[in-house]
């Protein structure tokens, strides 16, 4: 699979969001180099604010500039926005409604051998707990650029989580982004996985190696956990009668936990989750992680035999 | 006296469209704080003791300093004004309806169900406030991201912020303190309410932040420091916070917890408590 940077995508996307429209303000703590907010910095440092190791503060400016009209995208790595700046969030973005697009690179366990401290794990579920925000997980640089683009003309806070590592292509070629409506990858009749950021492409190498078996495996690529899309999820239960949901994030409070809220409301049917256990991982290669914490297309085609074996 | 608020109205977006003189202010401070506590001991609960010390400060603000229109909350060139200590929403309350933003009738709704008045200030809410607050050391960061904005646009307004002295020992403060200096902010003037007194005591026995005015100028501040309820004096630090160019201005307005009522005056226990309705009389007569 060809693989590609997000974050530098969504660093591209910056600048030629910048072009369009002057209202685009940027501001990041530091970590502009990581993040990529760097191109846009270089291309409009007017509109470019380096608040330094000062993240709350960050939070809490870019809540101002909207207050006052400016359409902010605040960036940094996810662990230091969303855990370390929660209230910051809560009270001066969530609340107040404003129109602030906190894009958070570095999201997961795929940062690597920086180990637990940089391996945000809990900000889905952090985000999700926000009212009035949007939350997102883009399956590839693709998608990346036209969520960007979506967000900054969609007014109202929202968290988009992205990823140090490349990774791969699932839409080769240009495809059309809806917020809140989930994308339907792969037909399938046996059973579905629904899958956010990362694990999309795993999802789709699983399901490649259970046709083999016989098995006909749907693929959800669900990049909006907020809102969530209800109908899809519902029709994939009733129509294939199991759901593995998987995604690179603790088991409690992501995606796996509002996909199962739907499914016991509307559509109960067996499922089974890939996520990570109720502890933090460690340092080492992002790929050797992926093994090590079972988030690999083998963790996702033993999941869907589970639940097929419970249907 | 306040009946010319309409009137004046039309001034409002050359200056200020009250333009009290400091007797007038002192007038008008003295019947905020009859509000705030007839309000909150209507109410059953909230926080008189930093409502009062800060009366004086809001009715400088309100009725004389800010370039506001009540008509017209969202006035794009108004002189913003955050309440960063959320908790005194009263008399923030107080003032903007004396200025015309609500019906004065409507302070009696304080902290009631389906009431604009909430308990803490939200921008939500209530017409004329700016931001939600409440959870403590986060204004003087929304203030930056205002007066940046302004620079962004061009504008001519200027932004306050009202902070109190327990917030400050908030790490965020400090945070947005190096960054006013570091963004060349000079649009910008914070007002700390320092009556001495937190939640639980006082602020030179829990987290001292002496000498304060010294670490406001090491963060890059121009400091003023004034007798916060002195009206002349606040409405003269305005000007002067105004005029500075190059770098921020931090008011640091000495005040008495409680202010104008004895048995609230530098008294701990009326931080965050409600005078029962026998004190409010009390407090309301002293206040006449």
């Not at chain 1, 600048?15 to 429209?21: H, K, Y």
Request: net charge negative; charged share 20%; aromatic share 6%.
């Amino acid at each position: 699979m060809i693989e590609a940077s997000t974050r530098e995508t969504y660093g591209k996307t910056l600048v030629e969001l910048g072009r369009q429209n002057k209202d685009i303000v940027v501001l990041d703590a530091d970590l502009s180099p990581s993040t990529m907010t760097n191109f846009f910095a270089r291309e409009f440092p007017e509109r470019f604010f380096n608040c330094g190791l000062q993240e709350q503060n960050m939070i809490a400016i870019a809540a101002g500039l909207a207050a006052s009209g400016k359409i902010v995208f605040a960036s940094t790595f996810a662990v230091f926005v969303v855990c370390r700046c929660f209230d910051q969030l809560r009270l001066c973005i969530s609340q107040p409604n404003l129109n602030v697009k906190i894009v958070a690179t570095h999201g997961g366990i795929t940062v690597g051998e920086d180990g637990a401290s940089h391996q945000a794990i809990e900000d889905l579920a952090l985000c999700c707990a926000l009212p009035s925000f949007t939350v997102i997980v883009p399956a590839d640089a693709t998608e990346t650029a036209e969520a960007i683009k979506t967000v900054s003309i969609n007014h109202g806070p929202c968290y988009v989580r992205l990823s140090r590592p490349k990774t791969p292509i699932v839409y080769p070629e240009r495809y059309h982004f809806t917020l809140g409506e989930a994308v339907t990858m792969r037909q399938g009749t046996d059973a579905t996985v629904i899958a956010t950021g990362i694990m999309v492409a795993k999802a789709l190498q699983a399901s490649d190696i259970l046709a083999k078996q016989g098995i006909d495996c749907r693929v959800i690529n669900m990049h909006t956990l907020k809102p969530l899309d209800e109908p899809i999820i519902v029709k994939a239960a009733s129509e294939t009668g199991a759901i593995v949901v998987a995604e690179e994030h603790l088991s409690q409070g992501g995606l796996g936990s509002r996909v199962a809220q739907t499914i016991t409301r509307e559509k109960p049917v067996p499922m089974e989750f890939v996520n990570l256990d109720d502890s933090y991982a460690s340092s080492g290669k992002a790929d050797e992680l992926l093994q090590r914490y079972g988030l690999t297309a083998r963790d996702i085609e033993e999941s869907v035999k589970a639940a097929v074996k419970r249907k | 006296m306040l009946n010319h608020s309409k009137v004046s109205l039309e001034s409002t977006h050359q200056g200020n469209g009250f333009n009290l003189s400091a007797a007038e202010l002192q007038e008008i401070a003295k019947k905020l704080r009859r509000h705030v506590i007839t309000m909150i001991a209507t109410a059953g609960s909230g926080h008189p003791g930093g409502s009062l010390s800060a009366a004086d400060i809001i009715a400088a603000l309100y009725f004389n300093v800010l370039r506001h229109n009540p008509d017209d909350p969202q006035w794009p060139d108004r002189d913003r004004f955050i309440l960063s200590k959320g908790h005194a929403a009263p008399i923030l309350y107080a003032a903007l309806a004396e200025t015309g933003y609500f019906p004065v009738a409507e302070l009696s709704t304080l902290r009631k169900l389906d009431s604009r008045l909430q308990g803490h200030a939200d921008r939500n809410f209530t017409p004329g406030v700016e931001m939600s607050a409440g959870s403590l050391g986060m204004g003087l960061s929304f203030a930056i991201g205002i007066a940046l904005s302004a620079k962004l646009d061009s504008k001519n307004y200027h932004t306050y912020v009202l902070l109190s002295d327990g917030e400050c020992e908030e790490g965020q403060t400090w945070e947005a303190a190096l960054s006013a200096d570091q963004f060349n902010l000079d649009n910008i003037t914070a007002i700390v309410d320092y009556n001495g007194i937190q939640l639980s005591g006082r602020i030179s026995d829990i987290m001292n932040l002496e000498p304060f005015i010294q670490k406001w100028q090491a963060f890059g501040w121009h400091t003023i420091d004034i007798n916060g309820h002195d009206l002349n004096k606040i409405l003269s630090a305005c000007q002067e916070a105004e005029k500075m160019k190059g770098k921020p201005t931090v008011i640091v307005a000495r005040t008495i917890k409680g202010k104008g009522v004895s048995f609230m005056e530098n008294n701990v226990a009326f931080h965050g408590k409600a005078p029962t309705l026998e004190e409010a009389e009390r407090a309301l007569k002293e206040l006449e």
